[in-house]
Every structure is written in C-alpha cells, then in structure tokens.
C-alpha cells in the first residue's frame, strides 16, 4: 500500500523544502521502506528547461531526459532513488496536456475548468507511475498563500480525502524568525500559515518549525494548541551545521517517528551510520583545497547546485575540505585577472549557455593548462577546452564554437542527428529552444591506457546530458597530433564523450554532466579523482 506525504511551505519562501523532504525520504528508507519522491510547480513554464539559471537555480536533468526542479537533485542525493521525468511536473505542463485534451476532444464538449479538470490532471499525476512504494513523497513548491498555488492544495485536499487518513499525511513547513529586540522566537508567523493551509481545507498533520536557534518549550506548545496538532507533532528544524546532519536532527527530533505512528506503522529504528559518517568527514576534514569555478552564472549558487555538492563529494572521498572560489569568466578577458587563479588547486569550468564570458573561459583553460594545475571542463568547459588547445597547440587558429555565431573552424558545431538506444534522433537547427537538447543519460565507452578509463575502472559508462553542441570528429586526428586525445566516445564512436591530455598532470574534459550522479556516498570517481589531482597539486605549491 502507497501513503502519501504531502509537503508545504509556509511564511516565506527558501526555507529548505526540497532538502527538509530530501531528508524525511531518506530516514524512511533507512527504516526499510521504498521511497519516491516528486515535485509539483506553481509556475506556468512547461519546465524549467528554458528558465534562466539566475532566476531558478540549476535544471537538473533526470537519466530519463527530464528537465527538472533542482529539488529533485537533493531528493537523488539523499535517497539514491533515480528521478524520472514523472516525478516533477508545472502548472504550465499540467494546462498543455488539459488544453490538448480539450483540442482532441476527449472531454466531448465539457466545459474545461480549474475544479475538476485541472485537479483532476494534477491528482493523476500524483498517483501515477509508481512501483509499489511504500511512501511517496510530495512537494509543494511555493508559499501557502501564492495564487497559482490553489489548485495543486485543491487537488492535495481531495487526494486526503480520497486516501484517507491512514493512506495521506501533510507535513508543514513553517519559519519561526526571532526578534532580536524581543529576545523571542516568534510563533505567530506559523500559526497565520497554519490557517491559511486551513483556509483551502487542509488541516496539517505535523509541523517543522524552521528557527535559529533553540525553540523553547512553551513556544513549542503553544503552536500545538494554537495549531491544532499534538504536540509531538511540532517538531524543531533548527539550522544545521552541514546538510547531511539534518537527517540525524530530524530523526533525533522524532520527525520520522510522528509520521510512522501518523500511518500507524510498527518499523525498526533507522540506521543512520553512513549519515553520521558523512557528517564526521565533513566537520573534520585534514586539510583543505581550493578550487576556482570559471562561470557565468557565479552571482547565484543555486545556479549550480550539484556542481558544488559534487566537489564536496570529491572532499568527502579525499577526507578534505573543498573551497569554492567563484569567478565571472569575464574578468579573464581583461589581462591581469589571471592572479585569481595563481593560488588555487584546481579550475573547473562549468557548463554554461552563450558567448557572454566564453573567451575569459577560453583564457582560464590555458591558464590551467600551461601551468599544468588541474582543470575540470564540463560540457561548455570540455567544449571551450578543445578550442583553446585547437588553436594553442594544434595550430588552427580560428577555432571556436558555432554556438557564438558562425567562425572560421566551427570546433564546436550543432549537433542534429545522433542516436539513441539504436534509433535516429533528429533536430532542426532553426528548431525552438524549449527540450530541444541531446537530454539524459547516454552510453559511451572509454579508451583503454586512458586517465578517463583508469579513473572509472571500467570501459562502460553512462552518464546525462544537455546540450545542443558537440565537439567535430573531424579535428580528432589534428588535435590528437597536438597532444589532445578523446579518451571517451558514444558507441557508436560518432561523438566525444571526453578528451584529456595525457602530457598535463588532470586535464579532463566531460562532454556530460558528471555532477549530476555523484552522491554524498558514492562520489563520483572524476570529482574524487580531480580533488585528489588538487590535493596533490596543493602540495607542490
Ligand atoms: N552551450 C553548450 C551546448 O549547448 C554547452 C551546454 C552545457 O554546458 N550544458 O552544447
């Protein structure tokens, strides 16, 4: 039997929901119960495929080609359960299948609206393409009190009933903001959104009250009785010192424990050790390194969330601390901005979309390459790295990336034909932007005697993409003659995956989203080898 826990957020927005679900979905499997976990947007784009990363943080982007809410990369950290592109959906995603319904006909001449049409399409969605999980998890993305919000609380409100109460939960997510003046921790703010939940006809379950700072127990039990919940059911969120403690908080707190007795269910206490194991490596690394981060989007760390959890994984792996030195790219077009990079471990240029700042990245490979530091390139950065060595080392002067417009040796081209699971995929190079990109998980084979093979241990991987460009096979024999060599390549050989230079101390570039697979227990084996590269380089300097 599947029971569903519904999430919302109350008081203000960036409270940590996707992390507070992330860590309720892993105590519950750590308890022995099969766990998924999904996302449901307010807002009106399809996805977030198209929505600027400034403004939403990172696309993740599932091995089924979703792109998805950043929220559902926390949710894979945390449990290790793989996403699927049923596991995040939008308002605008669940108005264009109602509106093409409508068009086909199959409503036979209703007349289409919020209640039911639209909750009926988002209740389908909740319930649909599961596997026997004991627990699905369900976010609500957004504020208790946002107006695009109203029919996902509808269709939660008629799922509780549906379900009953044996089958469905809501777990609220609230702040308690102390006042210094006051010298309080303030509980109003909780009880407004408590009622506001009520106000649609949601009475919550359980609450975890976001604070500070230690909430004492009067406070505690005046939202119980102001709240109408018990008061084991009000359970302190208090802020953590890394992300991976707050499982251990949450569970010491008896967050899974309410919910538990909540289904009524007897389950063995969970195991945390590999929490507690992550945790102690994080608080207590032995040394530390620093790793410049070459981007566009640096203003913003959400931007590129996995890709800083990955290089924490690469310092769990090493028992280090990882720094992140966050640069605009396009400081290195100015001539003197290289002294950013003279004391870091390690560059990592990042995925990334645009000329803006292509020619600073450009200028940070060489940088990195000419004074043999270790250089990470992904996607953009693997890209960039092939035509800073194309026209620093192989002599072709006009290199560049047909993503910027048209150049003499289109290094980079757009890519429009290329084959998956054996069948010809198609774009048209004047197609539109929205899930146009090569997206999802891709096999490729490494090259035996190669870094990349030696770092993976295996010649089989696979691993996700997003992108539209793809580096031209046609230079590979000049720029193998010039000391680059694609050490990694689709199946079919037609694509680079990876190029390397053998001669460089790590110099690796990754045609695929590395980050998005690494997990806090398992790194992934090019983020542990690249902080181990820096470790080393550390110790030279
Ligand atoms: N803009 C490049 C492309 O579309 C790289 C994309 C990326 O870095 N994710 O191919």
Request: glycine fraction near 10%; charge should be negative; include cysteine.
């Amino acid at each position: 039997m599947t029971r569903f826990i519904f999430i919302t957020g109350g008081v203000v927005s960036s409270l940590g929901k996707g992390l507070a679900s992330a860590a309720l979905g892993s105590l519950l499997q750590a308890r022995g119960f099969k766990v998924r976990l999904r996302k449901l947007d307010p807002y009106i784009n399809v996805d977030p495929g198209t929505m600027s990363p400034y403004q939403h943080g990172e696309v993740y982007v599932t091995d089924d080609g979703a792109e998805t809410d950043l929220d559902l990369g926390h949710y894979e950290r945390f449990t290790c359960v793989d996403a699927r592109q049923s596991d995040n959906v939008t308002t605008g995603r669940i108005y264009s299948d109602v509106i093409a319904k409508e068009r086909r006909g199959d409503y036979l001449g209703a007349t289409i609206q919020v209640i039911p049409h639209i909750t009926n399409a988002i209740k389908e969605f909740v319930l649909a393409d599961l596997d026997d999980e004991d627990f699905v998890l369900c976010e609500i993305g957004g504020t208790v009190g946002d107006i695009e919000g109203l029919p996902f609380l509808e269709a939660i409100r008629q799922l509780g009933n549906e379900l009953g109460h044996e089958r469905a939960m809501y777990l609220h997510l609230t702040l308690l903001p102390y006042i210094p003046t006051a010298g309080e921790v303030k509980t109003k703010p909780t009880q407004h959104s408590v009622k506001e939940l009520l106000a649609v006809g949601i009475q919550a379950d359980a609450l975890l009250c976001r604070a500070d700072r230690k909430i004492p127990e009067p406070e505690l039990a005046k939202i119980a009785l102001f709240c109408n919940v018990g008061e084991e059911d009000v359970i302190p969120a208090l802020d953590a010192k890394t992300i991976y403690e707050v499982p251990i908080n949450y569970h010491e707190q008896g967050l899974d424990r309410q919910v538990c007795r909540h289904f009524g269910l007897e389950a063995p206490p969970p195991d945390l050790s590999r929490w507690r194991e992550v945790v102690a490596r994080v608080t207590e690394p032995e040394g530390e390194v620093t790793i410049a981060i070459v981007g566009k989007y640096t203003g913003l760390k959400d931007a590129y969330k996995s890709l800083s959890e990955a290089l924490d994984h690469g310092g769990i792996a090493n028992n280090v601390r990882v720094n992140l030195k966050w640069l605009d790219s396009e400081i290195f077009e100015s001539e003197d901005a290289v002294q950013h990079l003279e004391n870091v471990n390690g560059i990592l240029v990042p995925g990334g979309f645009g000329e803006r700042g292509a020619e600073g990245k450009i200028a940070a490979v060489r940088f990195a390459r000419e004074r043999k530091a270790p250089y990470f390139g992904i996607c953009l950065g693997m890209q960039m790295a092939v035509v800073e060595g194309a026209r620093s080392l192989a002599g072709i002067k006009g290199a560049g990336s047909s993503e910027f417009g048209p150049c003499e040796d289109p290094i980079v081209g757009l890519m429009t034909e290329w084959t998956k699971d054996g069948n010809l995929e198609r774009r048209r190079a004047d197609g539109g932007m929205g899930g146009t990109m090569r997206l999802g998980a891709y096999d490729a084979k490494l090259i035996e005697g190669t870094r990349a093979h030696e770092i993976y241990g295996t010649e089989d991987i696979s691993e996700r993409h997003r992108h539209r460009y793809e580096v031209n096979m046609a230079y590979e024999q000049a720029l193998a003659a010039a000391g680059i060599i694609f050490s990694g390549k689709s199946p079919d050989g037609v694509l680079p995956e990876i190029v390397e230079i053998p001669s460089h101390p790590w110099f690796i570039g990754v045609q695929f989203h590395p980050e998005l697979k690494s997990r806090p227990f398992m790194p992934h084996p090019l983020f542990a080898s690249f902080i181990a590269a820096a470790i080393h380089q550390a110790r030279l300097v």
